[in-house]
């Protein structure tokens, strides 16, 4: 019997600062948090929210220690978050039916499932869940949304700076990094059968750190998501399929799971990337004289050799101009990479799925720059203007690390209010903002096909129309294009 005021073990990974081994595999735990337990026949069940956590599917947790529940379940909801298998364990296919991969999204299945048959023990309404996430746990959500095995599981949905139209969030070559992990590991084979038995008997750790050591050698891997969600090409005889085709074609042709949706951006995503140049501030001259290597990392399409040389010269041309990639023109690189990396993705997404959306879209942008930005402050990145990705978490929850007790005049503790209170409204309602009052004097208009609508979030609140429109008519020129 477990102490259920304890939370279980993290999914094994590799420490993020330290690069050191922490987790273990019995780690499929949820954490639930609940305003009260149900008592008299008088209480209505509350609204359900479940997070999914982020960490580019190879690190993370929906531990108390960064997503603590305070502020969400002030507002009567119930929350609950989960862990779910990670890095190898989690995503690794071998693209066939030996093993055809997204365990870890399959977790996260099981997860929902399991809340719609326990909830109502802790006060919740299996009839009223709401799945959010951020960054690549934004991206799950967005899975959830099509794929059948999450089919009636959930009613609202929030993708925090993730889609599963990122380039970053689908593999599409599982197979050779299957086998890439294996011959690192000590095992040189094609045959899938066997690469699993050998799989099978490796420590977790040798596991987890044999990526670590393929992206030491591979240069083509580094600062990306080595493992993803993959396209399933095969099946294990009596198991489900989660995903068996391109979300882009199960968006465009209006397959989506037909639910309310929050989706949207932090103002300068792309900060996140500066990380790379500052441990290694060379690279940014390296970027500079060989701008091609660049767009290679960026850019997941494949591209001939004259297509990338004339792709960077255009994505050079509009950025930079005539100037060089240096200290003096970092925003222009953040703007560059918030744009591609996140913005157009998203995008390109909502210009299919708002074809056949039955229920409302939300957009926004995050764009408050204060003293509660999660990732600034973990990369010691607080020196840089504008949001970086997953800045916004903490206006979300209570993170042990960052002090949370704010003047409640102050500017920080208002945006954290407003941003609680929308979720929590859009949990119960489908609805983030109902109506008008003194914290939130904006109603949040859905976005169209016409009218881009979204919703800036800064120390106001204002609804405006087509996010970065200039720098989206770019990239949908650019690839337009490439398809010509």
């Known amino acids: 019997m477990r102490d259920a005021l304890v939370e279980g073990p993290t999914c094994a990974q590799l420490e993020i600062f330290k690069k050191e081994f922490k987790g273990e595999e019995d780690c499929l735990y949820l ?14 069940p509350k609204a359900v929210m479940v997070w999914i956590h982020g960490g580019g ?25 989960l ?28 997860a929902l499932r399991w809340i719609q048959q326990n909830i109502a023990q802790f006060g919740g309404d299996p009839g009223n869940v709401t799945i959010f996430g951020g960054s690549s746990g934004g991206s799950c959500v967005h899975f959830h949304m099509l794929s059948p095995m999450s089919e009636g599981l959930f009613h609202h949905a929030i ?17 050779k990094k299957a086998f890439l992990l294996g011959e690192v590991l000590g095992c040189r084979t094609n045959d899938s059968n066997r690469l699993m038995d050998f799989l099978r008997t490796v420590p977790v750790r040798r596991l987890v750190e044999g990526v670590i050591k393929i992206k030491a050698m591979e240069a083509e891997y580094r600062g990306k998501c080595f493992f993803a969600p993959v396209i ?61 290597l660049l767009i290679r990392k960026i850019i997941h399409t494949e591209l001939s050799d004259r297509q990338l040389k004339e792709v960077a010269r255009k994505i050079r041309q509009f950025y930079f101009g005539d100037r060089p990639l240096c200290q003096e023109t970092l925003l222009e690189y953040v703007d560059m990479n918030t744009d591609v990396q996140f913005v157009f993705p998203i995008y390109m997404q909502l210009k299919r799925q708002l074809v056949h959306s039955a229920f409302p879209v939300y957009c926004y942008r995050f764009s408050f ?45 208002k945006t954290r209010s407003r941003l609680v209170k929308m979720w929590a409204n859009f949990a119960k309602t489908g609805c983030p903002t109902p109506k008008k009052d003194w914290l939130l004097n904006v109603i949040w208009k859905p976005t169209a096909l016409g009218d881009r609508w979204y919703l800036n979030i800064d120390t106001e609140l204002t609804m405006q129309l087509h996010l970065n429109k200039e720098r989206i008519t770019f990239w949908e020129d650019m690839f337009r294009s490439l398809e010509e």
């Not at 599917?57 to 978050?81: C, K, Q, R, S």
């Not at 890095?87 to 693209?95: A, I, K, N, R, V």
């Not at 997204?102 to 299945?109: A, F, I, W, Y």
């Not at 005889?237 to 929050?262: A, C, M, N």
Request: hydrophobic fraction near 35%; aromatic fraction near 10%.
């Open 31 to 44: 954490n639930v948090y609940t305003p009260k337990l149900p008592g008299g026949s008088d209480e209505f």
């Open 57 to 81: 599917f190879t690190m993370g947790d929906g531990n108390f220690w960064i997503y603590g529940p305070d502020y969400l379940v002030a507002e009567g909801v119930v929350l609950v978050t």
């Open 83 to 110: 862990n779910y298998r990670l890095g190898p364990l989690g995503f690794l296919s071998t693209g066939d039916s030996v093993l055809p991969g997204n365990n870890g999204l399959k977790d996260q299945v099981m």
């Open 159 to 175: 993708s925090q700076s993730g889609s599963a139209i990122n380039s970053w969030a689908l593999d599409e070559s599982p197979r």
């Open 232 to 292: 399933e090409r095969g099946r294990i005889e009596g198991e489900e399929i989660f995903l068996s085709e391109p979300p882009i074609d199960v968006v465009t042709q209006g397959r989506s799971h037909k639910v309310p949706y929050i989706i949207g951006v932090t103002s300068h995503e792309g900060l996140i990337m500066l990380k790379e140049i500052q441990l290694n501030p060379q690279q940014l001259d390296i970027y500079n004289k060989n701008f091609e």
């Open 369 to 413: 720059d204060g003293k509660l930005a999660y990732m600034k402050h973990l990369l010691g990145m607080t020196q840089y203007p504008g949001v970086c990705h997953s800045d916004e978490l903490g206006y979300l929850f209570r993170m042990g690390h960052m002090d949370p007790d704010l003047d409640p005049d102050s500017p920080e503790a």
